[in-house]
């Protein structure tokens, strides 16, 4: 169990502190007896473990080291992370002097050191995690977590220059955002060369094929989050290019979508699919990826397709309800909202989607731990202690642009244009539950329009107050600032902020952002960004190992009522409806002026037509993004084929598939760089209870096997999963995906689910066998009693064999049914097969580009 409490530090929580954030000697050869160390106690590059000790005995180069369960392990001093400072205290103490030194007198350096180790003190702020690891430890380390940079110039010196900046960057830790947009379609003509692009979705997969190589390099790897435009010719093919496995597989994926698209969606309209003339004089120099500055430059653009709207907004519907992605960022609706509109257009988000940015823009983030502001007196908020720590953390934000060094002029010029900060929140849902407020309830939305607003009015004071002292960002012009719609809706609610802006100018550009804050929402004990707890027990694995997590407010109420079951303000993130997500999601935005990281969690039997509901309803209610995260879909991802039809196999398959939900909301950007980061739910009685006294509730975690076994369609992976002891629910992977036979498969499997979930009707799993066994097709494969006549047939034999196999075999393993069962090959099994159209047989191949009947002699090109 972790934990924090003041300088107190345990488990897990002490672990994150002295990994990431607390200062470190890296020359290891200077360890010495009483040191505290993080000893690598399992050296997987995959899943590592690491535990927190002290050493008590060195001979040369090997130590005794005793940990913090009392054992004691050997270990090289290679193998150690040796640090400078062994608590909180000690980093609170050197980030205060780091943020007050930049003050201009003696006198204001003390009283911010001061000031700023007071907000420090008890987690009440805690820094970003560049901040919190950088500040006052090196002069080398970047402050900041994540950039965007330009769209890529659309030529091979651009696309490679662009590869390089990506590459510095996360090669000193950040993560970067990026809008393809500015590269011409595929098969647009590529003069110069007399041939054609191979498009702007097949020089994303370079850019996520490097951030894997820098991944593979260290210990963290890269973000990355690509983005494309709505009216660009490639859009279809960038929102389905993760079905096919191999393409993109690093980096995170969003489409930017228009009012006009939107508009177009809702009244059924045609969506034209556009890209500039590439002939067009001075195109090189012009074309930026911006649409409609080409536009007003009076340039030509080229018609490329036609398409119903509703056709490309229902093609990003399947695929987010397939696997959560893409997401969704309503880019025209950003810059409308955004401060910085007459200035600098937002073009892209960083890779938590949280913080819009321009081109060279940055993510300056802290967040104020709301759970320390909780009045046990008057069981109401502390806001006047709120509103002084809210205050004085806008200046400390302001500070890190001055104290960061800058590795990229160009990011140290766009910086100190419009000093940029993003001031969010943690511990949201933990204060709500001491309030005794559900999550998600009308009521809540009520106290978070109040505290939300309170914490905006504070900020954007205390940045005017800043302005009168130090001067306004350089590119403020105070009739256009106040004409952004954030400004006017926040002037609205308090005019007293328009007063202030016009008479003292204003620091900052914006203030506010809700960044996910998972490894240091963590590592304080407390719920992560604005999400409510993801459960109240969990295990989570990352490169620090696998941890088992007690939440302590719902440990504690357990403690103190034996016997009871949790009040239900204590909610978790799969218990509250997915609208309940997007309007506590909206309530929030409302006051932020950047954007907001925030997953809407859905059961497993969340339809796609529920799905499209959510994405409108986000836009309706005025957010400026939407992710969903269905459960059970990553599940298919982890059991899906590989691009050789391989099953990603790895002796931990059985941890990957325990997960529950790999929320991207609850990751902090340190947490992109965690080498599979994956968090699984510890079964809870009550999650197992009867909806409509007939329909079983999957739980968050389920064990079970996944067989493989040749079929006439190929190799299919099927996966049983356990309910009570017995199968509930079966997950199918035969084809490739957007086949037929794929999309049959997945049917097949759902329906399996639902009768074996359904009612309590006998012995459902014999009498699921007797219905599908035998079932054959317009081939087989295999002889005798091995003989697989279909899918359906395929699935009936796995049943048995896992009916045989019992429990120990069925605890999360992989068998190969092919060799349980036969290793019989036929030549149907050779390449994926799907149906005919024409005679319905199953042999319909790829060929050249094609697709051909071996039967009828059918083709489609």
Known sequence: MGKAEGSRLEGLSEK????????????????????????????????????????????????????????????????????????????????????????????????WREKFRYILNDWKLVPGGRIAAGAGASEELTLFNCYVIPSPKD???????????????????????????????????????????????????????????????????????????????????????????????????????????????????????????????????????????????????????????????QTIIDAAWKSAEPGVVFMEYYNQMSNSWYFNPIVSTNPCGEQGLPGWGVCNLSAVNLSQFYDEKTQDVAWEELAQVTRWSVRFLDNVIDKTPYHFEENERNQKLERRIGLGTMGLAELMIKLEIRYGSKESLAFLDKLYAFMARESYLASTEIAAEKGSFQAFEADKYVQSGFMKNLIHAFPEIGEAVSEKGMRNVTVITQAPTGSTGTMVGTSTGIEPYFAFEYYRQSRLGYDKQDVPIAADWKAANPGLELPDYYVTA?????????????????????????????????????????????????CKGVTIYRDGSRDVQVLSTEKNGALLEDEHTAVETESAAVMASDADHDDHFDADLVEAVVPD????????????????????????????????????????????????????AGSDVFAMAEALGRVCSLFLRYGDHGNKVKLLVKHLKGIGGSGAIGFGANRVESIADAVAKALELHAESGEETAAATHIPLDKALSKAHHPAAASLRDLCPSCGSAALINIEGCKQCTNCGYSRC
């Open 155 to 313: 030529s091979r010196g651009g696309i490679m220059a662009s590869l390089s900046d990506m590459t510095e960057i996360m090669a000193r830790g950040g993560g970067v955002g990026m809008n393809l947009s500015s590269l011409r379609p595929r098969r647009a003509i590529v003069a110069g060369v007399n041939g054609s692009s191979s498009g702007a979705v097949s020089w994303g997969g370079l850019f996520s094929y490097t951030t894997g190589l820098i991944e593979q390099g260290g210990s963290r790897r890269g973000a990355l989050m690509l983005m494309l435009n709505d009216w660009h010719p490639d859009v279809l093919e960038f929102i389905t290019v993760k079905q096919t496995m191999g393409q993109v597989t690093n980096a995170n994926l969003s489409v930017c979508v228009s009012n006009a698209f939107m508009q177009a969606v809702k009244e059924d309209t045609d969506w034209e699919l556009v890209f500039p003339d590439t002939k067009e004089k001075d195109y090189d120099e012009l074309w930026s990826g911006d649409l409609e500055e080409w536009k007003r430059l009076g340039k030509r653009v080229i018609h490329y397709q036609t398409v119903r709207a509703r056709d490309i907004w």
């Open 685 to 736: 009685l009550a999650a197992e209870q009867v909806l409509d006294k007939q329909y079983k509730r999957r739980p968050q975690v389920l064990r079970g096997a996944t067989y493989k076994v040749n079929t006439p369609f190929g190799m299919a992976y099927i996966t049983i999963n356990d309910l009570n002891g017995t199968p509930g629910e079966i997950f199918l992977n035969v084809g490739k």
């Open 574 to 622: 799969m218990s509250l409806s997915a609208e309940d997500h997007i309007r506590v999601q909206a309530a929030i935005q409302r006051w932020v002026d950047s954007s907001i990281s925030k997953t809407a969690n859905c059961p497993a039997d969340f339809t796609v037509e529920e799905t499209g509901k959510l994405y409108e309803l986000a836009f309706e209610l005025g």
């Open 16 to 111: 994150i502190f002295l990994d990431r954030y607390a200062w470190k000697n890296a020359d290891t050869s200077l360890t010495k007896i009483g040191d505290t160390v993080l000893v690598l106690t399992q050296d997987d590059p995959k899943f590592p473990v690491k535990e927190v000790g002290e050493v008590v005995a060195r001979v040369g180069n090997q130590v005794q080291v005793k940990l913090r369960n009392g054992e004691q392990t050997e270990s090289s001093i290679e193998k150690l992370t040796l640090t400078v400072e062994k608590t909180p205290e000690e980093m609170w103490d050197r980030l205060a002097g780091a943020m007050a030194s930049v003050e201009e007198s003696q006198e204001k350096q003390d009283e």
